[in-house]
């Protein structure tokens, strides 16, 4: 009998509860380096770097989740996402959204660049600048959607289909709405990539990252990267996600109720110039989002009245931590300018609208009046 989500998040995949044999609840922690076989080609594990229990485990769930065929467990997310460059080869272009975490930014200038993949950035919540952009060099099309920090919704299957018809690969970023809300493989991407740190493991104590592949065959090819590489998540990681798992979607609910509440206080609040929140109906992306989506999720950006609003702020919230990161039981408020968006090129950061003026908000598992009310006073100053 397949598992439903929720079911899924507690207790992986069918076939393989109980895999170790003693029937424990809560999965092990194979903290081992290697595994000894009983003779020639009779051992199930090898060596953690290529292959761990624990780590299989998370894998088995996080694909299952997605629905994807297979799901690779990386160190963090930033080592899944270079993996994952690592399909391509010089000369073949990828074509990304200009709207993106700024780590994977730095990724594509600093390295992917330099191994002669050529990046072209679009406005991809504009279809037609996407297609635009394809060229017989085109292999891959690389989204984020919602966006970090804009929170600009790109149409999935739209993606899908250009990067079809020119032969490459559709790759999403699914961090921010996880597949709670969200899941682009059943909607035609080819990969999908995750912070595992965000809402995946969800108490903001691990790094993690993962690459889920909509076939066996890029599964493969992933775990091949990342063997041979070897950015593999560690068996004590690997833990601690799967257990942040079990809540995932107790925790995406609360969260995203309370992050409209938020949006709407905070439209309401005279320091506050504008609220980006893919739940607000009048939100560019709302339509679409809703098409793709059965939620928006727990992050949110806001625009105040001045640099000195943002810092006063930043420097005055109590509950709320003044942190990077997202994705966590605690509420964090993030400095795109300074924090997440610094290796971002000026000229590139004005055009997307990551000013002085903006705030990034992660709502944590917080009663929501706490939150509110420490913003309000923090913006009151
Ligand atoms: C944090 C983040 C990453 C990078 O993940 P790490 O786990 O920090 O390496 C990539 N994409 C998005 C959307 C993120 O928020």
Known sequence: MPYRFDTKCVHGTPDRAYRDGVRSVSFPIYQSATFAHTEVGHGQFNYTRQDNPTRLQLEETVAALEGGADAVAFASGMAAIAAVFELLKPGDQVICSEDLYGGTT?????????????????????????????????????????????????????????AHGAGALLIVDNTFLSPVFQQPIPLGADLVVHSGTKYLAGHNDTISGFVVTATRELGDAIRLIGKTTGGMLAPFDSWLVLRGIKTLSLRMERIGQSALTLAEALQKNPHVKQVYYVGLPEHPGYAVNRRQATGAGGMLSF???????????????????????????????????????????????ERLGINETLLRLSVGVEDVRDLLEDLEQALEG
């Open 303 to 349: 625009r105040v009245d001045s640099r000195e609003t943002a810092e006063r702020v930043l420097k005055g919230v109590r509950v709320i931590a003044f942190a990077e990161s997202l994705g966590g039981t605690e509420t964090l408020l993030t400095y795109p300018l300074t924090q997440t968006h610094d290796v971002v090129p000026a000229e590139m950061r």
């Open 106 to 162: 730095r990724l594509f200038n600093n390295i992917s660049k330099k191994n002669g993949l050529q990046v072209t950035f679009v406005d991809s919540t504009d279809t037609d600048l996407v297609r635009a952009a394809i060229t017989p060099a085109t292999r891959a099309i690389y989204i984020e959607t919602p966006s970090n920090p804009m929170m600009n919704v790109t149409d999935i299957r739209a993606c899908a289909e250009l």
